[in-house]
Protein backbone atom coordinates (compact mmCIF):
# COMPACT_ATOMS: atom_id res chain seq x y z
CA UNK A 1 0.00 0.00 0.00
CA UNK A 2 1.65 3.17 -1.15
CA UNK A 3 1.61 6.62 0.79
CA UNK A 4 3.46 8.92 3.15
CA UNK A 5 4.81 7.93 6.24
CA UNK A 6 5.56 10.50 9.20
CA UNK A 7 6.73 10.02 12.59
CA UNK A 8 5.77 10.67 15.07
CA UNK A 9 2.97 11.61 15.71
CA UNK A 10 3.10 13.66 18.61
CA UNK A 11 6.14 15.22 19.63
CA UNK A 12 7.54 17.41 22.84
CA UNK A 13 10.81 19.12 22.95
CA UNK A 14 12.09 21.71 25.38
CA UNK A 15 12.75 25.46 23.90
CA UNK A 16 16.28 25.71 22.47
CA UNK A 17 16.26 21.97 21.19
CA UNK A 18 16.72 21.15 17.94
CA UNK A 19 14.22 18.14 16.68
CA UNK A 20 14.03 16.79 13.56
CA UNK A 21 10.51 15.23 12.15
CA UNK A 22 10.57 12.02 9.70
CA UNK A 23 8.92 11.89 6.42
CA UNK A 24 8.95 8.81 3.64
CA UNK A 25 7.18 7.76 0.27
CA UNK A 26 6.75 4.64 -1.44
CA UNK A 27 4.87 6.63 -3.94
CA UNK A 28 8.09 6.88 -6.14
CA UNK A 29 7.45 10.95 -6.22
CA UNK A 30 10.08 13.12 -7.32
CA UNK A 31 9.10 16.25 -5.07
CA UNK A 32 8.34 16.32 -1.89
CA UNK A 33 7.63 19.34 0.23
CA UNK A 34 6.67 20.19 3.75
CA UNK A 35 4.13 22.49 5.26
CA UNK A 36 3.14 23.48 8.65
CA UNK A 37 -0.30 24.69 9.66
CA UNK A 38 -1.33 26.40 12.50
CA UNK A 39 -5.29 26.87 13.99
CA UNK A 40 -7.15 29.51 11.33
CA UNK A 41 -4.03 29.71 8.66
CA UNK A 42 -3.91 27.80 5.54
CA UNK A 43 -0.80 25.65 4.98
CA UNK A 44 2.29 27.14 4.40
CA UNK A 45 5.25 26.03 2.27
CA UNK A 46 8.56 25.39 4.10
CA UNK A 47 10.81 23.63 1.67
CA UNK A 48 10.19 21.79 -1.22
CA UNK A 49 12.60 19.68 -3.53
CA UNK A 50 12.33 18.45 -6.85
CA UNK A 51 15.37 16.12 -6.88
CA UNK A 52 17.83 14.08 -4.59
CA UNK A 53 20.24 16.30 -3.41
CA UNK A 54 18.07 19.78 -4.10
CA UNK A 55 15.96 21.37 -2.43
CA UNK A 56 14.39 24.93 -2.38
CA UNK A 57 13.07 27.04 0.31
CA UNK A 58 9.45 27.70 0.69
CA UNK A 59 7.73 31.10 1.47
CA UNK A 60 8.27 29.80 5.75
CA UNK A 61 12.10 28.66 5.65
CA UNK A 62 13.64 30.58 8.77
CA UNK A 63 14.54 28.09 11.21
CA UNK A 64 14.05 25.23 9.65
CA UNK A 65 16.75 22.89 7.93
CA UNK A 66 16.16 19.62 5.21
CA UNK A 67 17.50 17.10 3.57
CA UNK A 68 17.54 15.11 0.52
CA UNK A 69 19.58 12.37 0.58
CA UNK A 70 16.99 9.61 -0.75
CA UNK A 71 14.57 9.88 -2.88
CA UNK A 72 11.83 8.31 -0.68
CA UNK A 73 13.18 10.68 2.65
CA UNK A 74 12.73 13.83 3.39
CA UNK A 75 13.76 14.86 7.15
CA UNK A 76 12.82 18.41 8.30
CA UNK A 77 15.23 20.04 11.56
CA UNK A 78 13.14 22.20 13.34
CA UNK A 79 16.28 24.29 15.03
CA UNK A 80 16.02 26.50 18.01
CA UNK A 81 16.34 29.39 15.71
CA UNK A 82 12.29 29.10 14.57
CA UNK A 83 10.43 31.79 16.90
CA UNK A 84 7.32 29.60 17.27
CA UNK A 85 8.01 25.78 16.12
CA UNK A 86 4.54 24.70 17.69
CA UNK A 87 2.45 23.36 14.78
CA UNK A 88 1.18 20.70 13.01
CA UNK A 89 3.90 19.94 10.38
CA UNK A 90 2.61 17.90 6.66
CA UNK A 91 4.47 16.30 4.77
CA UNK A 92 3.97 15.87 1.10
CA UNK A 93 4.80 14.18 -2.86
CA UNK A 94 4.07 14.43 -5.74
CA UNK A 95 4.97 13.52 -9.50
CA UNK A 96 6.50 16.38 -11.55
CA UNK A 97 4.95 17.65 -14.68
CA UNK A 98 1.12 17.50 -15.01
CA UNK A 99 -1.53 17.96 -12.95
CA UNK A 100 -0.51 15.77 -10.47
CA UNK A 101 -2.20 16.74 -6.91
CA UNK A 102 -0.19 16.02 -3.66
CA UNK A 103 -0.44 13.07 -1.39
CA UNK A 104 -0.17 14.13 2.36
CA UNK A 105 1.13 12.27 5.39
CA UNK A 106 -0.66 12.43 8.68
CA UNK A 107 1.45 15.03 10.14
CA UNK A 108 3.33 15.47 13.20
CA UNK A 109 2.26 17.93 15.86
CA UNK A 110 4.87 19.47 17.52
CA UNK A 111 4.87 20.70 21.17
CA UNK A 112 7.76 23.02 22.37
CA UNK A 113 7.70 24.40 25.54
CA UNK B 1 -0.66 38.81 1.14
CA UNK B 2 -3.43 36.14 1.05
CA UNK B 3 -3.57 35.19 -2.30
CA UNK B 4 -6.07 32.60 -1.99
CA UNK B 5 -8.72 33.80 0.50
CA UNK B 6 -11.78 31.44 2.15
CA UNK B 7 -14.09 33.84 3.74
CA UNK B 8 -16.24 31.71 5.52
CA UNK B 9 -14.12 29.92 7.80
CA UNK B 10 -17.62 27.51 9.05
CA UNK B 11 -20.50 26.16 6.66
CA UNK B 12 -23.29 24.30 8.37
CA UNK B 13 -25.81 22.29 6.14
CA UNK B 14 -28.56 19.39 6.87
CA UNK B 15 -28.05 16.16 5.34
CA UNK B 16 -29.61 15.89 1.67
CA UNK B 17 -28.99 19.73 0.60
CA UNK B 18 -26.50 21.11 -1.05
CA UNK B 19 -22.90 22.50 0.16
CA UNK B 20 -21.50 25.31 -1.82
CA UNK B 21 -17.65 26.54 -0.59
CA UNK B 22 -16.22 29.48 -1.83
CA UNK B 23 -12.38 30.75 -2.31
CA UNK B 24 -10.97 33.71 -4.39
CA UNK B 25 -7.80 34.47 -5.74
CA UNK B 26 -5.91 37.98 -6.39
CA UNK B 27 -2.92 36.19 -8.30
CA UNK B 28 -3.78 36.06 -11.98
CA UNK B 29 -1.19 33.84 -13.20
CA UNK B 30 -2.88 30.96 -11.38
CA UNK B 31 -4.15 28.36 -13.98
CA UNK B 32 -4.72 25.45 -11.69
CA UNK B 33 -6.52 25.03 -8.45
CA UNK B 34 -7.60 22.03 -6.22
CA UNK B 35 -9.78 21.01 -3.04
CA UNK B 36 -8.65 19.01 -0.69
CA UNK B 37 -11.02 17.74 2.75
CA UNK B 38 -9.00 17.43 5.86
CA UNK B 39 -10.05 15.53 8.74
CA UNK B 40 -8.54 16.39 12.15
CA UNK B 41 -5.88 15.23 13.01
CA UNK B 42 -4.88 13.87 9.72
CA UNK B 43 -3.37 15.15 6.59
CA UNK B 44 -5.49 16.50 3.74
CA UNK B 45 -6.74 14.61 0.94
CA UNK B 46 -7.17 15.82 -2.67
CA UNK B 47 -10.60 15.96 -3.42
CA UNK B 48 -10.95 17.15 -7.20
CA UNK B 49 -9.12 19.94 -9.34
CA UNK B 50 -9.93 22.16 -12.20
CA UNK B 51 -7.34 24.04 -14.72
CA UNK B 52 -7.77 27.78 -16.27
CA UNK B 53 -9.10 26.72 -19.31
CA UNK B 54 -12.38 25.02 -18.30
CA UNK B 55 -15.23 26.59 -15.60
CA UNK B 56 -16.46 23.21 -14.02
CA UNK B 57 -15.52 19.40 -13.79
CA UNK B 58 -17.43 17.25 -11.99
CA UNK B 59 -16.26 14.17 -9.91
CA UNK B 60 -19.65 12.52 -8.31
CA UNK B 61 -21.22 14.63 -5.90
CA UNK B 62 -18.52 17.33 -6.10
CA UNK B 63 -18.77 20.04 -8.80
CA UNK B 64 -16.16 22.96 -9.02
CA UNK B 65 -16.95 25.66 -10.73
CA UNK B 66 -14.06 28.27 -11.64
CA UNK B 67 -15.18 31.73 -12.86
CA UNK B 68 -11.62 33.21 -14.08
CA UNK B 69 -12.83 37.33 -14.69
CA UNK B 70 -14.16 37.23 -10.96
CA UNK B 71 -11.16 35.17 -9.75
CA UNK B 72 -13.56 32.94 -7.85
CA UNK B 73 -14.01 29.21 -7.59
CA UNK B 74 -16.61 27.14 -5.74
CA UNK B 75 -16.74 23.83 -4.86
CA UNK B 76 -20.71 22.18 -4.61
CA UNK B 77 -21.74 19.21 -2.46
CA UNK B 78 -24.58 17.35 -3.86
CA UNK B 79 -26.23 15.78 -1.69
CA UNK B 80 -24.20 16.54 1.43
CA UNK B 81 -23.53 14.11 3.35
CA UNK B 82 -22.38 13.98 7.43
CA UNK B 83 -19.03 12.19 6.48
CA UNK B 84 -18.58 15.40 4.19
CA UNK B 85 -17.76 17.27 7.79
CA UNK B 86 -14.35 18.10 7.64
CA UNK B 87 -12.33 21.28 6.58
CA UNK B 88 -12.00 21.68 3.05
CA UNK B 89 -8.79 23.78 1.87
CA UNK B 90 -8.56 25.96 -1.67
CA UNK B 91 -5.52 25.76 -3.02
CA UNK B 92 -3.88 27.52 -6.42
CA UNK B 93 -0.45 27.68 -8.42
CA UNK B 94 1.04 28.10 -11.57
CA UNK B 95 1.89 25.20 -13.66
CA UNK B 96 4.45 26.98 -16.26
CA UNK B 97 7.48 25.43 -14.67
CA UNK B 98 5.64 21.67 -14.89
CA UNK B 99 6.25 22.26 -11.32
CA UNK B 100 3.26 22.46 -8.34
CA UNK B 101 3.94 24.87 -5.50
CA UNK B 102 0.45 25.23 -3.98
CA UNK B 103 -1.01 28.27 -2.30
CA UNK B 104 -3.88 27.48 0.05
CA UNK B 105 -6.25 29.36 1.26
CA UNK B 106 -6.93 28.91 5.09
CA UNK B 107 -9.68 26.52 4.79
CA UNK B 108 -13.69 26.27 5.67
CA UNK B 109 -15.14 23.78 8.45
CA UNK B 110 -18.36 21.97 6.93
CA UNK B 111 -20.53 20.47 9.37
CA UNK B 112 -23.26 18.41 8.10
CA UNK B 113 -26.04 17.51 10.01
CA UNK B 114 -28.46 14.36 9.81
Known amino acids: DGGITQSPKYLFRKEGQNVTLSCEQNLNHDAMYWYRQDPGQGLRLIYYSQIVNDFQKGDIAEGYSVSREKKESFPLTVTSAQKNPTAFYLC????????????FGNGTRLTVT | DQQVKQNSPSLSVQEGRISILNCDYT??????FLWYKKYPAEGPTFLIS?????DKNEDGRFTVFLNKSAKHLSLHIVPSQPGDSAVYFC?????????????FGTGTRLLVSP
Open chain 2, 27 to 32: NSMFDY
Open chain 2, 50 to 54: ISSIK
Open chain 2, 91 to 103: AASTLNTGFQKLV
Open chain 1, 92 to 103: ASSMIGGNSPLH
